[in-house]
């Protein structure tokens, strides 16, 4: 059978079965950077939404890591690679984002950040919150999971806790600082 | 500047409602961790944090564009542009980005324009699975290099589908029960054929087949 066609590559399993393969939607084809792309787009994403907490921002540093990595990458790099790749840029690309965005001198790191990321990183995610919030007072979980996993507002959490809004918003800012506090000691 | 709870609920307000925060400097340590705690929070709400359909194609027509000037101008690099961004406030681009790694040409020189635009280029055959090892007609796993993908044998025969979903990336399951390809993102389901079986606005691209060949008892896949 044929060994060959042009680029050195086509060679099937069987020679009645030669399988072309689909036309890429995207003009430029299939290539090393969109498939990178492709295949670790949602994970990366996560990663920095889980750091940053809302969308504009985790755009933005989603498509700096992107276009950082791209320009920076061999084309023969493997998965694992490519993987650790993608996440150091992401940590780095966050430590510029907390620094300019809250320091108000580049200070020390956050450890969180510079620590390397586990692989499997979201499926966790949830585990995280879940042991995190174990080591809280019931006041200061009731009120993180009313307002982050509920989405109540301030006025609805003030309303199933009887508290006034001023008294949620106090617990709220106690029960984040001691949550950093115990996440700090976690890591 | 010291924290205090009126300010850090605004932060939070702007959370929930997946609003930029607005910038605020602040010296104190522990103000910083509340505010990544309180992403960190955010983001385990059932829901959040997954790209939009938009965004992420977006993007990719970002990569496409970048992939396609620099594969037409093998020229030195330049980094990308903040303009092929087409996105909004994405600023810092531009620091120390090549710096980490060794630098080395993107892409294989303007490929001649093929129908079968390959998943892999300059790559090699890579031994992944004995023949013997493969049940008939049920799709298994594997990744080598740079691949992830099924094999599914029928006779002595074997087809390689990629498995990335064409949704947007993530890597899917076979499911047994259901003899379906699954996507633990989004629920997009393909055949073991490839074919997408979802009902999105616009239909998914099929899965990529793969090249394989039989060497000597061995399934090989060409791959990085």
Redesign the interface.
């Known amino acids: 059978m044929g060994e060959d066609?042009?680029?050195g590559?086509?060679?099937?399993?069987?020679p009645a079965?030669v399988?072309?393969?689909?036309?890429?939607?995207?003009?430029?084809?299939?290539?090393?950077?969109?498939?990178a792309?492709?295949?670790?787009?949602?994970?990366i994403?996560?990663y920095i939404?889980?750091?940053?907490?809302?969308?504009?921002?985790?755009?933005?540093l989603?498509?700096?890591v992107?276009?950082?990595a791209?320009?920076?990458?061999?084309?023969?790099?493997?998965?694992p690679e490519?993987r650790s790749?993608l996440y150091?840029?992401a940590q780095?690309?966050l430590a510029?984002h907390?620094r300019?965005?809250?320091?108000?001198?580049a200070g020390e790191l956050?450890d969180?950040v510079t620590r390397p990321p586990a692989p499997r990183e979201?499926p966790e995610?949830?585990h995280?919150?879940d042991a995190?919030l174990a080591t809280l007072p019931e006041s200061y979980r009731r009120v993180?999971e009313l307002?982050?996993?509920r989405?109540y507002s301030?006025r609805e959490t003030a309303q199933e806790l009887s508290l006034s809004e001023?008294n949620v918003?106090?617990l709220?800012?106690r029960a984040?600082?001691r949550?950093?506090?115990e996440?700090?000691r976690m890591s | 500047?010291n924290?205090?709870?009126?300010q850090?609920?605004r932060h939070?307000?702007?959370?929930?409602h997946?609003?930029?925060?607005e910038?605020?400097?602040?010296?104190d340590?522990?103000?910083?961790?509340?505010?990544?705690?309180?992403?960190?929070?955010?983001?385990?709400?059932?829901g959040?944090?997954?790209?939009?359909k938009e965004?992420?194609e977006r993007?990719?027509?970002?990569?496409?564009?970048?992939?396609?000037e620099h594969?037409a101008q093998p020229q030195p690099?330049p980094?990308?542009s903040r303009r092929?961004?087409l996105?909004?406030?994405?600023?810092?681009?531009a620091?120390?980005?090549?710096?980490?790694?060794?630098?080395?040409?993107?892409?294989?020189k303007a490929?001649?324009p093929?129908?079968?635009?390959?998943?892999?280029?300059?790559?090699a055959?890579k031994p992944v699975k004995a023949l013997a090892d493969l049940p008939q007609g049920t799709p298994i796993a594997f990744?080598s290099?740079?691949?992830?993908g099924f094999l599914i044998r029928q006779g002595d025969?074997?087809?390689?589908l990629s498995a990335?979903c064409?949704h947007?990336?993530?890597?899917l399951n076979y499911s047994k029960f259901r003899n379906q390809f699954e996507c633990p993102?989004h629920g997009a389901t393909f055949e073991t054929s490839g074919r997408p079986t979802d009902q999105y606005d616009t239909p998914l691209?099929?899965l990529?087949?793969l090249?394989?060949?039989?060497e000597r008892g061995q399934?090989e896949v060409?791959s990085?």
Not at chain 2, 12 to 16: A, F, I, R
Not at chain 2, 145 to 148: F, M, N, V
């Open positions: 066609k042009t680029g590559a086509a060679l099937f399993a069987s079965k399988v072309s393969l689909p036309q890429a939607a995207a003009p430029s084809g299939q290539d090393h950077l969109t498939w792309y492709q295949t670790h787009v949602t994970a994403y996560q939404y889980s750091r940053v907490g809302n969308r504009p921002d985790a755009e933005d989603t498509a700096q992107f276009m950082k791209i320009s920076g990458m061999r084309n023969d790099v493997s998965v490519l790749w150091r840029v780095t690309t510029d907390w300019e965005y809250y320091a108000e001198d956050d969180d979201n995610a949830v995280r919150v995190l993180l307002r982050f996993l989405g301030v001023t918003k106090v709220q800012f984040l600082n949550a950093g506090r996440r700090g | 500047m924290d205090d709870p009126e850090l609920d939070v307000e702007d959370l929930l997946d609003r930029k925060p910038r605020t400097p602040l010296s340590e522990d103000a910083l961790r509340a505010r990544q705690t309180a992403a960190m929070l955010r983001a385990a709400k059932p959040a944090g997954l790209p939009s965004f992420v993007m990719q027509a970002s990569i496409g564009g970048w992939v396609g594969s690099a980094r990308p092929s961004l996105l909004t406030g994405a600023a810092g681009i620091a120390g980005v090549a710096a980490a790694v060794g630098v080395g040409r993107l892409m294989p490929a001649a093929s129908l079968n635009q390959a998943l892999v280029e300059n790559g055959w990744r290099g740079a691949i992830e025969e074997v087809k390689g990335v064409t947007m990336g993530c890597i993102c691209p099929r990529p087949s090249q394989v060949r039989i399934v060409y990085v």
